[in-house]
């Protein structure tokens, strides 16, 4: 049964019991009974409608034999609440872990991570005093997918794979997070000018998503340039969406440069089950002894209130977090003399917190969030005509001193005797047959492009009786790749001097 505020069962839904958003949360390790405890407080305190199942994850569980730090009726208290708040986990040394986060993001498709990074100038100390931005990672996609292979003794390969849904999925996210939290622009990172089809295609869905949201601006900048920008001048940012591997580089280039790593929460999110936690660890090395900063956690909860549409609630504890950072009650982490105001362990952090409920910061900027939630879903498009127009065969081939002249002359015989034509060979990309230039240095690894000879579109048997051919030539065909177009456009790149 599902039991998300806006999905009540009708049975329930009279009930008071049930007004409560159903919440499961995991104290973890060290420094997080303490936090979470404290970040309990507040919700209570603000009156956030919420509810707790508790579970047990991280170091405990770990020791009990569950080797991704989650015993299994945990599981299924997640995916019926829906809402997750987790504080940090110890990661027990030695092998044959895994990483609870990572095991928890891909079994339950949690395809976005929201990691908001901000200065609090000059009330905590900051090389950057203009940062507010946020990174939206896609999750699951890019190069992260884990396929690859060792083809050839010289040469390894990985896929990248991009989809229109993902990629759709994220960067509406991206969209939707941006009106939800008043944010003014989005800017889309790929490296789209070298890998025109798979970023290609994540910066395309960008510009149609973004006709969509015409109040906010939008615009596009390569990764590299936009890394270098992102450290030297992150106030230029406001919300920033990419590709999972760029993402990843990103978030922990931003965590550095905003020096408040201890203030910052961070989200994954799915199309059911959202994860909310801080950005550091379990901190052991203070636990125990009420000296934690809870507010990682802390902003964590704003952020899943604002993601189950109790936008006013986390408005309320931001505020007045806020606030309390401006009154320069400052825990020991962020505490700087002259700078701060009073010194305070955890649980006087908290109260602190809780008497200014209601107040709002007077000089950092008070935060305003738009009521009703972030829900997104990708379109449904129509299939689009698809023609199978060629195959690009690659071979493993360490004959002949690697004269491509001569690989070449050999598959354009085979290949005229079964009715194709062989349009060009690349190695590393670049083509070296006909017309290559002697100085190309050439791998194991060949890259050879048959097209029909009567132009026409093929199909899969004329495709088998190719590679028939060629392997009867003595050649040793490692993989093969079909080029299609869409719609009639080319669903496949040209080689360097194609
Ligand atoms: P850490 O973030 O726990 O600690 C780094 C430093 O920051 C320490 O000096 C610590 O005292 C301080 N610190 C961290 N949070 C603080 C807070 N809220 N208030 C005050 N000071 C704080 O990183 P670590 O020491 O590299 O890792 C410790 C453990 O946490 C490891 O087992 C690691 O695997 C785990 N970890 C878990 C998560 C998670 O659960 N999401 C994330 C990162 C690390």
Same mark, same amino acid.
């Given at each position: 049964m599902s039991t998300t505020p806006d999905t009540l069962a009708p049975e329930t839904a009279a009930t008071e019991a049930t007004t409560l958003t159903p919440v499961t949360i995991a104290y973890g390790d060290g420094i997080g009974p303490e936090i979470m405890e404290a970040t309990l407080k507040i919700l209570e305190a603000a009156g956030a409608p919420l509810r707790y199942d508790v579970i047990q994850v991280g170091k405990a569980v770990y020791e009990q034999g569950y080797t991704a730090g989650i015993a299994p009726e945990a599981w299924e208290i997640i995916r019926r609440n829906k809402v997750f708040l987790k504080a940090p986990i110890t990661t027990p040394q030695g092998g044959g872990y895994k990483s609870l986060n990572v095991t928890i993001r891909k079994s339950l498709n949690l395809f976005a991570n929201v990691r908001p990074s901000k200065s609090y100038a000059p009330y905590v100390a900051s090389q950057h005093p203009g940062m507010n931005l946020t990174i939206i990672r896609e999750n699951e996609e890019d190069l992260y997918a884990g396929i690859e292979h060792r083809q050839t003794p010289e040469v390894a390969q990985i896929l990248k794979l991009i989809t229109r849904p993902g990629s759709e999925r994220i960067i509406r996210y991206a969209f939707e997070y941006a009106r939800a939290y008043g944010r003014r622009k989005v800017t889309c990172m790929t490296k789209d000018n070298i890998m025109k089809i798979t970023d290609g295609l994540f910066h395309r869905v960008f510009d149609e998503v973004a006709a969509e949201y015409p109040e906010i601006e939008h615009e596009h900048q390569i990764i590299d340039i936009g890394a270098a920008r992102l450290a030297a001048q992150p106030e230029q940012f406001d919300v920033i969406v990419t590709l999972n591997l760029y993402g990843d580089i990103l978030s922990d280039i931003a965590s550095?440069?905003?020096?408040?790593?201890?203030?910052?929460?961070?989200?994954?999110?799915? #199309?059911?089950?959202?994860?909310?936690?801080?950005?550091?660890?379990?901190?052991? #090395?203070?636990?125990?002894? #009420? +000296?934690? !900063?809870?507010?990682?956690?802390?902003?964590?909860?704003?952020?899943?209130? +604002?993601?189950?549409?109790?936008?006013?609630?986390?408005?309320?504890?931001? !505020?007045a977090w806020l606030r309390t950072l401006e009154d320069g009650i400052h825990t020991a982490d962020i505490y700087r003399p002259g700078l701060s105001h009073r010194e305070v362990g955890t649980r006087a952090f908290t109260q602190a917190v809780i008497e200014r409920l209601g107040e709002r910061p007077r000089h950092l900027q008070p935060v305003t969030y738009r009521p009703?939630?972030?829900?997104?879903?990708?379109?449904?498009?129509?299939?689009?005509?698809?023609?199978?127009?060629?195959?690009?065969?690659?071979?493993?081939?360490?004959?002949?001193?690697?004269?491509?002249?001569?690989?070449?002359?050999?598959?354009?015989?085979?290949? !005229?005797?079964?009715?194709?034509?062989?349009?060009?060979?690349? !190695?590393?990309? +670049?083509?070296?047959?006909?017309?290559?230039?002697?100085?190309?240095?050439?791998?194991?690894?060949?890259?050879?492009?048959?097209?029909?000879?009567?132009?026409?579109?093929?199909?899969?048997?004329?495709?088998?009786?190719?590679?028939?051919?060629?392997?009867?030539?003595?050649?040793? +065909?490692?993989?093969?790749?079909?080029?299609?177009?869409? #719609?009639?456009?080319?669903?496949?790149?040209?080689?360097?001097?194609?």
């Open positions: 550095q440069i905003a020096g408040s790593v201890g203030l910052a929460g961070s989200a994954n999110i799915g #199309d059911e089950v959202a994860m909310f936690e801080a950005v550091h660890g379990s901190a052991p #090395d203070i636990a125990g002894r #009420d +000296v934690a !900063n809870p507010s990682g956690l802390l902003v964590a909860a704003t952020q899943m209130l +604002v993601h189950i549409g109790h936008a006013d609630v986390a408005e309320r504890i931001k !505020n009703g939630g972030i829900r997104v879903r990708a379109r449904a498009l129509p299939r689009p005509d698809k023609r199978f127009v060629g195959v690009d065969v690659f071979i493993d081939w360490d004959e002949a001193g690697r004269d491509p002249n001569a690989i070449g002359e050999r598959l354009q015989a085979a290949a !005229n005797a079964v009715g194709w034509r062989l349009k060009m060979i690349t !190695n590393r990309g +670049v083509k070296v047959y006909p017309d290559g230039l002697p100085e190309t240095f050439c791998t194991d690894h060949w890259r050879c492009r048959f097209l029909p000879a009567d132009g026409e579109e093929t199909a899969f048997p004329r495709v088998l009786a190719l590679l028939g051919a060629i392997h009867e030539a003595g050649f040793d +065909v490692i993989k093969t790749e079909h080029l299609y177009t869409f #719609d009639g456009e080319r669903g496949y790149s040209l080689g360097q001097g194609e």
